[in-house]
C-alpha cells in the first residue's frame, strides 16, 4: 500500500504505570490488591463546562448514558483521596523525576512552571470525574529508522480504575489501580506506515523503562493510536496493549475507513477501543480540549535549573546495547533491552550469570507466558532466590522452567517448588552412580556403543537436574 497517496497520517499516545513507593497524590500503595474489597461505594457522575465555558462532546454522551456506577476499595490501596473524599497531596516527587528524566531523553522544552489539570472523564474510570494530568514537556524529538518523530507532549497523570464487571447500565469497577503514576508520551503525526508505528511504540518504551521505574506484567504499558487517511476523520483506538497486533489495528482501521468513503459516505471523527482480535469497536465521540480545567487544590510545580540539574539522564538503548556486548551474546542483547525485565537483568547480571539470567527473562518467561501460565505473580524476590539456588548448585540451570512452572501455577517459593519438584541438584559422583546402573542395566547398548540411546536413558533419571553437557562427559568417562 502506498501509504503516502492514500495521505496517511498517524500519531501515537503511549501510556506507562511507574513503580513508585505510592500513588500519584495520596500514600495508598500503588498496586494491584489481593484483598478483598473492605468497601464499595455507589456513584452518578455527571458533565461539566471545561475552562473555557463548554461541555465537552464526550462528556455529555457519557452523562447521557445515565450509567451507576460502583466503586470497591481496599484495606491498603484505597483511601479518602481515592474516593474524592479529601483534598489530593501534592504530586510524588518520584514521579515527576521519572517523567522529568524521559523528558531530557527526549529532548523537550521543559516548563518553568507545571500547572496541574483537571480531564473531564465521566465513563466511570475515576471516582471524583475527572483524571488530574500534568505537562512536563513539549516540542522534542524521538529519532527512527525512518527520521524524525515529533514529541508532541510528555505528561504525568492517575491511572484510572479496572473495571470489573458491567451489566446494562451498571459497571463495577476496583479503585486499587486509579491514582497510580502514569507517564504519557505523545508524538506528532510523522508516522509513516503501520510497521513504522510499532518501531515508534518500542522506542518510546524502552526510553520509560529506562529509568528504572516502569512496573511490570499485561496492561503496564498501552498505546493510544490516532488514526486519518485522505477523505476520512481522526479516529483514536484506545487500548492497544500488545505491540504483536499494532500495525494490524492500524491497517484494519485504514480499511475500515476506506470501506465507508467507497460508498460515498464521510467517515467520523470517534473514539474506538482495541480489540484481542486486531478489529475496534465504538465507544464514544472524539473528546476535545473543551474537557480540560484547572485543578483548584494543588500548587503549581515550580522547574528551576537547581532541582534540573539533579536529573540524571539514564542511558540510552544505544548505550545499554554497547555496554551488554561486553557480557551477552549479540542476539540477546535487542531482546533483553526491549524487556520489561529490563531493570532486574540489570542489577542480577552483577552478580550471576548475565547469559542465564538473560535467557530467563527473555525465553523461559515468554515461552510459560505462551503456555498460559501466570507469570504476574513472579515477583523480584523470587528470581533472586532462583538465581541464588543455581549459583550455590541446590539446583541446576535446566531445572529453572519447571521451578518457574509451580511457582505460577502453585502461588509458592522458591524454596517449596524445589522439593516439590523433586530436581534438587545431583553431585558428579551421584550422577557417576547411576550412570553406573544404566551401563549394568543395558549391557547390549554398551556392547554396540548406542552412546546416544545410552545417553537417553540416564537422562529420564537426571533431567533437569544436572547439564546434558556433564552427563556426556561422565557417560563417556565410564564407557571406556
Not at 127 to 138: D, E, K
Not at 274 to 283: L, R
Not at 402 to 429: F, M, P, Q, V, Y
Amino acid at each position: 500500500m502506498d501509504y503516502q497517496k492514500i495521505g496517511f497520517r498517524c500519531g501515537i499516545e503511549i501510556h506507562n504505570r511507574l513503580n513508585t513507593k505510592t500513588k500519584l497524590f495520596c500514600n495508598c500503595k500503588p498496586r494491584f490488591s489481593e484483598s478483598k474489597p473492605i468497601a464499595i461505594i455507589k456513584r452518578k457522575l455527571r458533565a461539566v463546562a471545561g475552562e473555557m465555558g463548554q461541555v465537552d462532546v464526550a462528556a455529555m454522551y457519557e452523562y447521557l448514558r445515565d450509567r451507576t456506577f460502583f466503586y470497591q476499595c481496599f484495606p491498603d490501596e484505597t483511601c479518602l483521596i481515592c474516593i474524592d473524599e479529601e483534598p489530593p497531596l501534592s504530586i510524588n516527587k518520584e514521579a515527576l523525576e521519572a517523567a522529568l528524566q524521559v523528558a531530557k531523553l527526549l529532548k523537550v522544552e521543559i516548563p518553568d512552571e507545571i500547572h496541574i489539570m483537571r480531564k473531564i472523564v465521566i465513563d466511570g474510570s475515576n471516582v471524583c470525574s475527572f483524571q488530574r494530568t500534568a505537562v512536563v514537556g513539549v516540542s522534542g524529538v524521538l529519532k527512527t529508522s525512518r527520521g524524525n518523530v515529533g514529541i508532541t507532549n510528555i505528561s504525568l497523570e492517575e491511572e484510572s480504575a479496572g473495571i470489573v464487571k458491567q451489566e446494562e447500565d451498571e459497571i463495577t469497577y476496583r479503585l486499587d489501580r486509579l491514582g497510580i503514576p502514569l507517564i504519557e508520551i505523545g508524538t506528532a503525526t510523522d508516522i509513516k506506515d503501520p510497521v513504522h508505528a510499532r518501531e515508534v511504540a518500542e522506542k518510546l518504551g524502552m526510553i520509560i523503562r529506562s529509568t528504572g521505574k516502569s512496573q511490570r506484567g499485561i496492561g503496564v504499558t498501552r498505546q493510544d493510536v490516532n488514526v486519518s487517511i485522505k477523505g476520512g476523520a481522526r479516529v483514536e483506538i484506545k487500548g492497544v496493549q500488545e505491540l504483536d497486533i499494532l500495525s494490524e489495528i492500524i491497517e484494519n482501521e485504514i480499511k475500515r475507513q476506506q470501506n465507508i468513503i467507497a460508498k460515498g459516505k464521510k467517515p467520523k471523527e470517534e473514539t474506538r477501543v482495541a480489540k484481542e482480535d486486531g478489529t475496534t469497536e465504538y465507544t464514544r465521540p472524539l473528546p476535545g480540549g473543551e474537557r480540560l480545567y484547572p485543578e483548584t487544590d494543588l500548587k503549581t510545580v515550580v522547574i528551576d535549573k537547581k532541582m534540573l540539574s539533579k536529573i540524571n539522564v539514564p542511558e540510552t538503548w544505544e548505550q545499554k546495547s554497547k555496554r551488554f556486548s561486553k557480557i551477552l551474546p549479540k542476539e540477546m542483547i535487542d531482546q533483553i533491552i526491549k524487556s520489561e525485565y529490563l531493570d532486574l537483568f540489570e542489577k542480577f547480571s552483577k552478580e550471576y550469570d548475565p547469559v542465564l539470567v538473560a535467557n530467563t527473562f527473555t525465553s523461559i518467561i515468554k515461552d510459560l507466558r505462551r503456555q498460559g501460565f501466570d507469570t504476574e505473580f513472579l515477583e523480584e524476590e523470587h528470581f533472586e532466590n532462583l538465581f541464588s539456588s543455581v549459583h550455590k548448585k541446590l539446583i541446576s540451570k535446566e531445572a529453572i522452567p519447571n521451578i518457574l512452572e509451580i511457582i505460577s501455577k502453585e502461588k509458592t517459593s522458591i524454596k517449596d517448588a524445589i522439593e516439590r519438584s523433586g530436581l534438587e541438584a545431583l553431585s558428579e559422583k551421584q550422577l557417576r552412580e547411576i550412570v553406573r546402573k544404566t551401563l549394568k542395566k543395558h549391557p547390549a547398548l554398551v556392547k554396540e556403543e548406542k552412546i546416544s540411546a545410552l545417553m537417553g536413558e540416564v537422562m529420564k533419571e537426571v533431567r533437569g537436574r544436572i547439564s546434558g553437557k556433564t552427563v556426556a562427559k561422565v557417560l563417556k568417562e565410564e564407557l571406556k
